[in-house]
């Protein structure tokens, strides 16, 4: 089973900057698809970033322009690099990997944004 492990989380200020970072213990982590979801309380799960195998990105609306996905193969690790950030990107964010048909997730990140 792939674990994926989250790292960088934690507390910015309105217009700061973070760094995530999502390692997996597949080696086929080249192969796959990768991608960044948060979760606010009280809402729903929402797609924020993802880039393919070939290292393609895409990015929700809300977050273009601010946000950052890329992928070092050799570190089996995917990134988001988050600046300008908002109070309103406070969440809980979970990192996955496309296996086939299915997502792996990892356990999660707490980004919070506040002055």
């Known amino acids: 089973q792939v674990q994926l492990v989250e790292s960088g989380g934690g507390l910015a200020q309105p217009g700061g900057s973070l760094r995530l970072s999502c390692a997996a213990s597949t080696s086929i982590f080249s192969l796959c698809a990768m991608g960044w979801y948060r979760q606010a309380p009280g809402k729903e799960r929402e797609l924020v970033a993802s880039?393919?195998?070939?290292?393609?990105?895409n990015y929700a609306d809300f977050v273009k322009g601010r946000f950052t996905i890329s992928r070092d193969n050799a570190k089996k690790t995917v990134y988001l690099q988050m600046n300008s950030l908002k109070p309103e990107d406070t969440a809980v964010y979970y990192c996955?990997?496309?296996?086939?048909?299915?997502?792996?997730w990892g356990q999660g990140t707490q980004v919070t944004v506040s002055s």
């Open positions: 880039i393919t195998s070939g290292g393609k990105p």
């Open positions: 996955t990997i496309e296996l086939g048909a299915s997502l792996g």
